[in-house]
C-alpha cells in the first residue's frame, strides 16, 4: 500500500531553499517516491493557512520504503541543509483502500470488494 509524505513548508533561506530541494529530489526519486504536489499555495476552503506556507506532497510505494528514505544516508545532507533552510511540519500517512461511498476506509468485518448493485429502474 502507497504511503505519503505531507509537508507543509515556510522558507527560510532561498539560497538554502534551492539546495535542500535538490538534494531531497534526488534523494526521494532513488527511493522509488515521486512528487504529486511540490510547494503548491493552496486554495484554502476551509480555516486558516498561512500566506507564505507551501506544500509538499510525495508518494512512496510503502510506508517501509518512506521510513527507509528518511532514514537514509542518501536523504542526511538534504536534512542537514533543511535545518536552516526552511521550517516544515512534516507528516506520514499510509494510504488506505476506501469504502463505497464517503471515500473513508471501511471499518467493517467484512470490507465490500466491489460496489452494491444498482437497483432496478
Known sequence: MAAYVISEVEMLDETQ???????AAGSIARHDGRYLVRGAAPVVAEGAWPASTRLVIVEFPSMDRLRAWYASA???EALAVRRTALD??????DGAPTSPGLGWPDTTEER????????AP
Open 88 to 93: 516544515r511540519r512534516l507528516l506520514f500517512v
Open 112 to 119: 465490500a470488494t466491489e460496489p452494491p448493485p444498482c437497483p
Open 17 to 23: 531553499g534551492r539546495r535542500y530541494r535538490e538534494l
Open 74 to 76: 542518501d536523504y542526511a
